[in-house]
């Protein structure tokens, strides 16, 4: 089950997000005409992939949840998804357990990728995940009162602002690196069917 969640995580933090921070990017360098034909297939490939992993989160997930009802056996995590599943906000529950899937399946259109207000618009939802948005959403509701920030040192954030730029562009870089990397399987991929239908 750990391993499902590392690969969960991985796919939230490494590449939809990095995603919404390309596609900022891409509206910006697609007027630049040196660097306009490298971004534009750059995009075209992360389309793709963004794509694919939106059906492999919901895969997985949904796998997961097969895992815990008929695998592991544990009480409390199956009345936990079943009371959440079909609970009074379950309607949230089934939007986050979609949610990439939603997100992520417009791209298929040429329509998507290439309009720009459509692309502003979704930038936010890749930015911020829906799970980080409900988070963040309830800890505001259930401790909005003052005396709950008395622990929060302002100096301490302020501190770290120095270093986002980094982690922005190494996650960035990270990102690209993986898209060249699905492109090549993909390629692969491709010319293997190709051999296998010729032979």
């Known amino acids: 089950m750990e391993v499902i969640n590392i690969t969960l995580d991985f796919l939230r933090s490494d590449i939809f997000i990095p995603f919404g921070l390309l596609t900022i990017l891409f509206l910006i360098g697609?007027?630049?005409?040196?660097?306009?034909?490298?971004?534009?297939?750059?995009?075209?490939?992360?389309c793709r992939l963004i794509i694919f992993s939106g059906l492999l989160y919901t895969i997985i997930l949904l796998i997961s949840y097969v895992y815990i009802f008929i695998f592991m056996g544990d009480e409390s995590n199956e009345y936990a998804i079943t009371n959440r599943a079909t609970g009074p906000y379950a309607w949230v529950y089934w939007a986050m357990v979609f949610s990439w899937l939603f997100?992520?399946?417009?791209?298929?259109?040429?329509?998507?990728?290439?309009?720009?207000?459509?692309?502003l618009i979704t930038i936010p939802f890749f930015?911020?995940?829906?799970?980080?948005?409900?988070i963040i959403v309830v800890s505001w509701h259930r401790d909005y009162a003052p005396e709950g920030w008395q622990d929060l040192n302002f100096w301490d954030i302020l501190n770290t602002i120095p270093y986002w730029p980094l982690h922005l562009l190494l996650k960035l870089?990270?990102?690209?690196?993986?898209?060249?990397?699905?492109?090549?399987?993909?390629?692969?991929?491709?010319?293997?069917?190709?051999?296998?239908?010729?032979?």
């Open 30 to 46: 697609r007027y630049i005409p040196k660097i306009k034909d490298t971004i534009l297939k750059i995009d075209e490939i992360a």
């Open 127 to 134: 930015l911020i995940t829906y799970e980080r948005f409900i």
């Open 103 to 119: 997100i992520t399946q417009p791209f298929r259109f040429k329509l998507v990728r290439k309009n720009i207000f459509i692309r």
């Open 173 to 199: 870089s990270l990102f690209i690196g993986y898209v060249f990397i699905f492109n090549w399987v993909t390629k692969k991929w491709k010319s293997y069917k190709a051999t296998k239908v010729v032979s």
